[in-house]
């Protein structure tokens, strides 16, 4: 695929994010974007001590442990982080 890494989120279809998401844990040698931990295991507890609301997320949202992060604003992605590091940027981060 003949993509730039940093995209335009909306304008990707599913098989295209997934690439990006797949291209970002490489560059980031398998870290979360967001808390710097390992994606292969769980976010740190300061993450998951941070209460989010799940009635506000997709149905499914929880169910791919990681995500590919863009800002909701621009639309621009950022990196791979942990689905749970995903909802806190979205409630704590992104207002």
């Given at each position: 695929?003949?993509i730039e890494l940093r ?17 970002y844990?490489?560059?980031?040698d398998?870290?979360?974007?967001y ?8 976010p740190?507890q300061?993450?998951l ?8 997320y997709?149905r499914?949202f929880?169910d791919?442990?990681?995500h590919?992060q863009?800002?909701h ?7 791979a982080?942990?689905?749970y590091?995903?909802a806190v940027?979205w409630e704590?981060?992104?207002k």
């Open positions: 695929m003949n995209a335009k989120y909306s304008k990707l279809t599913n098989k295209e994010r997934k690439w990006v998401r797949l291209l844990i490489e560059i980031q398998g870290l979360c974007w808390c710097k931990e390992p994606l292969k295991v769980p740190p300061w993450i001590d941070k209460p989010v609301r799940p009635y506000l997709p499914g929880f791919n442990p990681i590919l863009h800002d604003n621009t639309d621009w992605t950022e990196g982080v942990h689905g590091c995903n940027l704590y981060e992104y």
